[in-house]
C-alpha cells in the first residue's frame, strides 16, 4: 500500500534560474484519476494544503535533496519520494494514492467518532442520573452507562416493562423515551386506546409492531435535541424527565386495570 509519486516535468528557465527558488506545483488523486481535496503536503519545511481539484503548490525552496510527505486525515505518509532542486527549477509532480489508504482514514475516523460517542454518553448518564434522583421511581438503582441508552426495570401488578431513555450521538439529534412492555396483551391493550392515550398527553408517540407477530411492543417518545454541546444537558435531563413521568403516569391506569 504505497503513494505513486512521479515527476511529470521538470523545467529550469534559461539565466534567470540562477537567481530564483524553486516551485514544486502537482496534483493530487485517487487511483481513478479523481482530485482528493484537504491532503496535507510537506516538502522541507514548507506545507501546503490541495485544494478542491488536488492541486497544491510548494514554492521558494532553496537549491537542495527534499523529503516529500503527505498526511490524510490522522494518517501519515512520511518520506514518500525524495527530490533534487535547482534555483529556478520548476517541478510538476503527480501524486497517486490507492484506495486501501481511503478505506483506512474512513474506518479510522469511524473508530475515533465511536470512541467520542461512547465517553460523551458515559458522562451524560452519570450526570444524568445524580439529577433523577429522587425524582422518579425510575433510574433510582442504576450505576451509569456508556451505552446510546439507559434501562430501568419496574413492574406493575406482574406486569414487568422498562423505560429506556435513549440517545443517538452519532446523528447528533434524536432523544428518545421509550416504553418496552413484557406482555403482549397488555401492549395491544395499550394501543387499542392509542387516540384517548395520545388526547391526554397532547402528542403523537410512536407505535412499534412487533415483525414477527405483528403485535405492538413497544412505543417511542422522540424529541430533537443536541446532545454533544454539554450546555444543553440541563435542558435533556428536563425534557427526559417530565416524559418518564408523563408516559408512567398516563400508561398506569391502564395497566393497572
Not at 13 to 27: D, Q
Request: hydrophobic share 35%.
Amino acid at each position: 500500500m504505497s503513494v505513486l509519486v512521479e515527476i511529470v516535468k521538470q523545467t529550469v528557465p534559461y539565466i534567470i534560474g540562477i537567481f530564483k527558488k524553486a516551485t514544486v506545483i502537482g496534483n493530487i488523486l485517487d487511483s481513478k484519476g479523481n482530485p482528493l481535496s484537504n491532503i496535507i503536503i510537506n516538502i522541507g519545511n514548507k506545507q501546503d494544503t490541495s485544494a478542491s481539484d488536488g492541486s497544491f503548490v510548494i514554492d521558494e525552496l532553496s537549491k537542495g535533496a527534499y523529503s516529500i510527505s503527505l498526511k490524510n486525515n490522522d494518517i501519515d505518509f512520511q518520506n514518500v519520494k525524495r527530490i533534487h532542486v535547482e534555483n529556478g527549477e520548476k517541478i510538476e509532480i503527480k501524486i497517486a494514492f490507492p484506495d486501501e489508504i481511503h478505506d483506512d482514514a474512513t474506518e479510522k475516523k469511524s473508530i475515533d467518532a465511536k470512541a467520542t460517542a461512547i465517553k460523551t454518553a458515559g458522562e451524560f448518564w452519570n450526570q444524568f442520573l445524580v439529577t433523577i434522583r429522587g425524582q422518579s421511581n425510575f433510574f433510582q438503582n442504576n450505576i451509569g452507562s456508556n451505552s446510546h441508552y439507559l434501562k430501568s426495570n419496574f413492574g406493575i401488578n406482574k406486569v414487568k416493562y422498562c423505560i429506556q431513555a435513549r440517545m443517538d450521538l452519532q446523528n447528533d439529534k434524536n432523544f428518545q423515551c421509550q416504553l418496552q412492555i413484557e406482555s403482549s396483551k397488555i401492549a395491544n391493550k395499550l394501543y387499542g386506546c392509542k387516540d384517548e392515550i395520545e388526547g391526554k398527553v397532547g402528542e403523537i408517540w410512536q407505535w412499534r409492531f412487533n415483525k414477527k407477530d405483528g403485535e405492538i411492543d413497544s412505543l417511542t417518545i422522540q424529541a430533537d435535541h443536541e446532545p454533544t454541546d454539554k450546555s444543553n444537558w440541563p435542558k435533556i435531563n428536563d425534557w427526559f424527565i417530565e416524559h418518564i413521568k408523563l408516559m408512567n403516569d398516563t400508561l398506569r391506569p391502564y395497566m393497572e386495570n
